[in-house]
């Protein structure tokens, strides 16, 4: 086997086999899924997939976007969504959160404009979603990323919704400390609570710099007229 693949499945493992990321199953369910000798991820993930009849695998990786156009190299049933946020959310999230200076942020917004372009040029089978657009209207975004992903669109209740434990999702921050979201409240809708939250809380300067910059950025100069 080989060794990369050797080390995917070593590193699955470590996540599936707690209680937080389970999806249902048991150590031994799971280690009957990975018990056959793969030559491939794609065999990998058919594996899995049939194991619980799923029609599509998603995973959640936005720390490693740079590695989006090798991805998607791979195959043409592989996909990558980009969400991209209001940027003075966004910067503001990152001083707040992260503890980024504003220019580093500012620089950010910069990085991620053009790796979006890039990729959006390069690859049909990348999608693109504006945050801002998805919480509006979580039905309208939902049915068309279905359309593009050639899968069947499916409503579901969210208070309906099951997390990566396979327990009933409940929403998880600042309101509960427990690292498995069974603590937190029950899932309604997409918390809009953080929309705005930038012009709200940045210095007038900061404000009217980021106003300057992204006149220049193809993907954000629009949020100037929102």
Avoid at 156 to 178: C, D, E, F, I, V
Avoid at 217 to 226: D, E, P, T
Wanted: hydrophobic fraction near 30%; glycine fraction near 4%; aromatic fraction near 14%.
């Amino acid at each position: 086997i080989d060794e990369k693949l050797s080390n995917l499945i070593e590193n699955s493992k470590q996540n599936l086999f707690g209680s937080r990321l389970s999806g249902g199953k048991t150590s031994n369910q799971w280690n009957k899924i990975f018990s056959d000798e793969f030559n491939s991820p794609e065999n990998l993930y058919k594996q899995i997939a049939e194991s619980v009849n799923a029609k599509l695998i998603s995973f959640r990786w936005n720390q490693q976007s740079f590695y989006a156009s090798n991805w998607l190299s791979r195959s043409q049933n592989h996909y990558w969504l980009s969400i991209i946020r209001n940027p003075y959310d966004r910067i503001y999230s990152n001083i707040k959160t992260h503890g980024w200076d504003f220019n580093k942020a500012l620089k950010a917004t910069s990085v991620v404009n053009d790796y979006v372009l890039y990729n959006l040029e390069k690859f049909s089978n990348f999608i693109l979603v504006y945050y801002d657009e998805l919480i509006l209207d979580p039905e309208k975004v939902s049915r068309s990323l279905c359309h593009k992903l050639g899968i069947k669109f499916l409503t579901s209740a969210p208070n309906k919704l099951l997390g990566a434990n396979y327990q009933l999702y409940r929403t998880q921050g600042y309101k509960t400390k427990n690292p498995i979201r069974t603590n937190g409240d029950m899932c309604t809708s997409y918390y809009k609570s953080s929309s705005g939250q930038g012009k709200r809380n940045l210095s007038s300067d900061q404000i009217k710099t980021i106003e300057s910059f992204i006149e220049n950025l193809q993907l954000f100069k629009k949020y100037n007229n929102i």
